[in-house]
């Protein structure tokens, strides 16, 4: 689950790290109160989607030469200008896609004197299984470039989680940073905050970028990006609050009230699999055979008819999908369940596109004759690559 800048940041004012006073707000005719509200005289007027990007990206409605979604006002007027002209139109950055994001929400801050930009993050590092602060001296909106060009500006330092963050690991991070000074000594209370943070509200990453050192040598979070864990969110109901459902595809609202492990891909095969192994193999192979698959879909390895056939209307509800491929090795799920599943949810919603159904494992035999006597356009197949082969083929015909 992600949340918005504005809500990140008021999080992390909770834990006491050093935020530049800002209000969001819903409607441009909001802009000129929330401004006044400031120290000013300059101000930032942010776009507020859960997109990277903001500052580069540009508006579909406004053409080319228009500013991007975060801008500097040096008057309230301005920012009220700013925000008449941003709010309800599309955003698009290199991480919504040519689709882009409406923009709903603005964030207007008080500015600041930026004398360096850092880039710091917190996520899993899976290698050492430890939490981790990842950092660099080049902060800003290109840190991507910085990782693809000279990865050697980017820093690791892992944390022992019995000792939490200890002097000498603010030492390594301040070092890689290149702190001094005021910042160093600001570090030394906002490392561990952060950490505190990230641990507390079981993040699965936390983005600061920029870090900024302003003119006075203080460290100020100047943006900040948070994605939650989704087993751990029933833990946080505060952070469960902050959840807006506009940022997020319907498809992947509907397949979470569910349990289901959905998201949307841009292709136009619809698949269902048991297992997240499993799924990514199932997508490679219609990328090997020349498609695109529509979404990833895991069910998971327990899953009741009633479960599979939400799965599969979400599925058929995408307008894109022109063909689906069932791809279900039954262990712990038996073939048969999946197959009642499948043949109500046909039954419920028609089929319109063609279904290729490949079952393997406990009750196997019994799932593939409920699909045989279901009187049903369905199609058998032997294996996974049979089964990609016959989809793909179903739809080039």
């Not at 590092?125 to 840190?143: K, L, N, P, Q, W």
């Not at 870090?211 to 203080?218: E, S, Y």
């Not at 599969?312 to 022109?322: L, R, S, W």
Request: glycine share 10%; net charge negative.
């Amino acid at each position: 689950m992600n949340i918005h800048e504005y809500q990140a940041k008021a999080l992390l004012k909770t834990f006491g790290a050093p935020v530049a006073e800002g209000v969001a707000i819903f409607s441009a005719d909001e802009a000129e109160a929330a401004a006044k509200s400031l120290p000013g005289p300059l101000y930032v007027v942010k776009s507020q989607i859960h997109a990277g990007g903001r500052g580069k990206g540009k508006f579909k409605e406004l053409g080319p030469d228009a500013k991007g979604g975060v801008r500097l006002a040096f008057s309230i007027d301005e920012a009220k200008a700013h925000a008449k002209e941003m709010m309800g139109n599309t955003l698009v950055t290199a991480q919504t896609g040519e689709a882009g994001k409406q923009v709903n929400r603005l964030y207007i801050e008080d500015g600041a004197d930026i004398a360096r930009e850092l880039y710091l993050s917190l996520l899993v590092d899976r290698s050492v299984g430890r939490v981790a602060f990842v950092v660099s001296t080049e902060g800003g909106m290109d840190i991507e470039a910085v990782a693809h060009d000279t990865p050697e500006k980017i820093h690791t330092i892992a944390i022992d989680p019995e000792t939490g963050v200890t002097d000498a690991d603010v030492a390594a991070i301040s070092k890689a940073l290149e702190l001094s000074g005021a910042a160093a000594e600001d570090a030394k209370s906002l490392f561990p905050i952060l950490y505190k943070a990230f641990n507390e509200k079981d993040m699965a990453l936390l983005e600061v970028n920029p870090l900024i050192v302003m003119k006075n040598d203080h460290l100020r979070v100047l943006d900040a990006k948070m994605s939650f864990d989704g087993n751990a969110i029933f833990r946080h109901d505060d952070v469960k609050a902050l959840r807006d459902e506009t940022e997020e595809d319907a498809k992947e609202i509907e397949a979470s009230k569910w349990d289901l492990a959905y998201v949307a891909l841009d292709g136009n095969i619809g698949c269902m699999v048991n297992g997240a192994g499993l799924a990514m193999a199932t997508m490679d192979i219609i990328k090997l055979y020349g498609k695109e698959p529509a979404n990833f879909c895991d069910v998971g390895g327990g899953a009741g008819k009633e479960k599979v056939a939400a799965a599969f209307k979400i599925i058929t509800a995408d307008p894109k999908v022109e063909g689906i491929l069932v791809n279900i090795f039954g262990g712990i799920m038996k073939c048969d369940v999946i197959a009642e599943g499948v043949v109500a949810a046909v039954q419920e919603v028609g089929l319109k596109v063609p279904l290729v159904v490949r079952l393997e494992g406990t009750n196997v035999e019994l799932g593939k004759k409920i699909l045989n006597e279901s009187g049903l356009a369905i199609t058998a197949a032997d294996d996974l690559d049979d089964a990609a082969k016959k989809i793909v083929a179903a739809i080039k015909a």
